[in-house]
């Protein structure tokens, strides 16, 4: 079968690649490049001594969709293009609601011309907000407080939709929390073009001196040590989730919702610990005013996934931590 990866060279969408060719998957990647780099393809390539076919554009881009699904025989897409920063989501709402919105609607119009009707979406935990839960099920209210946020919330209501009037569309809505970690081969990580928004990256770039310090925004959260709980799934699992839900469209025609978590939160000092201790380095920080709209502590239960998709993420917070460091050390060598 073959594979529409849109933002697959990514940091999510090149790790589910590389899972989908070692899975006897063909994969097609569609990526702007707008916040990664093409050198990402030649690296899956290298993970798994396989061939891929690879498109740079927008999924905005209707023509080149059309192309696209004219000229190949695919089967289900799988689709991460977008933008993700809860942060620039909240100066630039208009960028993320043209991406993250009406290119979902460009995609899917070309992929229902050429009767394809199966897709995985890559949505966020941000669609549950601040509903004053900390555990989050499938069922919990939804209430995104970001523009990013409610572009998932806006997608998975459109998707369900569709799936009303069009009964055969098949889709999965996977609602990630907060991906960590890198390939196990030190091939593949976070790698933004930009500066990095995210807690890893950042944490990584104080380890290898490249940036000078931490910032811990808010020391004084209802938590047993004041920072923040998180729930941190390594990418690999999260992966692996991917694989697992397109297995499960494809051979049931089912259509779902799921959270990808562990369920098992970790605070920033404990992350900064770990890191730490992996490392071997000493890093750097200070504590900051906290951000608007930043919650105490949430995490997944992540049971509908393990009931439904007999999946559980495998991989502990320390070896989230140590494949970020080889990736960031084979970075530095420049491999």
């Known amino acids: 079968m073959k ?3 849109t933002g697959g060279t990514g940091y999510i969408g090149s790790n ?5 060719l070692e899975s006897g998957y063909d994969v097609i990647v569609l990526d702007s490049l707008s916040n990664s780099k093409s050198s990402v ?3 899956i390539k290298r993970i798994t001594r396989k061939n891929l076919t690879f498109f740079k554009g927008d999924i905005r881009d209707k023509s080149l969709l059309d192309g696209i699904f004219k000229k190949n025989t695919i089967h289900a897409v799988m689709h991460f293009a977008g933008l993700k920063s809860v942060a620039d989501s909240e100066t630039n709402p208009l960028d993320y609601y043209a991406t993250n919105v009406a290119g979902t609607v460009t995609l899917i119009e070309s992929m229902l011309f050429a009767n394809v009707k199966k897709i995985i979406f890559s949505s966020s935990a941000t669609v549950y907000g601040d509903n004053g839960l900390i555990e989050h099920s499938e069922t919990s209210p939804l209430n995104p407080i970001n523009v990013y946020g409610k572009t998932k919330f806006i997608v998975e209501g459109m998707l369900k939709e569709i799936r009303s009037g069009n009964p055969s569309f098949t889709y999965a809505a996977l609602r990630y929390f907060n991906p960590v970690g890198a390939h196990c081969s030190g091939l593949l990580g976070e790698d933004p073009k930009n500066k990095p928004n995210n807690l890893m990256p950042i944490l990584a770039n104080v380890a290898t001196g490249r940036q000078k310090e931490l910032s811990i925004y808010g020391n004084d959260y ?11 799934i390594h990418v690999t699992d999260l992966a692996a989730g991917h694989i697992a839900a397109l297995e499960k469209i494809i051979q049931t025609k089912t259509t779902f919702t799921v959270n990808l978590g562990t369920g098992k939160p970790h605070s920033v000092r404990e992350l900064i610990k ?7 380095k000493k890093i750097t920080f200070k504590y900051a005013q906290r951000r608007k709209g930043d919650l105490d502590q949430y995490f997944a239960n992540p049971n509908e996934a ?3 998709l007999a999946w559980t993420a495998k991989l502990d917070l320390f070896r989230m931590c140590e494949d970020v460091w080889r990736w960031q050390q084979l970075q530095q060598s420049g491999l």
Do not use: H, K
């Open 306 to 308: 393990e009931r439904l």
């Open 222 to 232: 209802n938590t047993p040590d004041g920072t923040c709980l998180r729930d941190y």
């Open 16 to 20: 589910v690649a590389v899972q989908l």
């Open 41 to 43: 393809v030649e690296r």
């Open 274 to 280: 770990t890191f730490e201790l992996v490392s071997g």
């Open 3 to 5: 594979i529409l990866v």
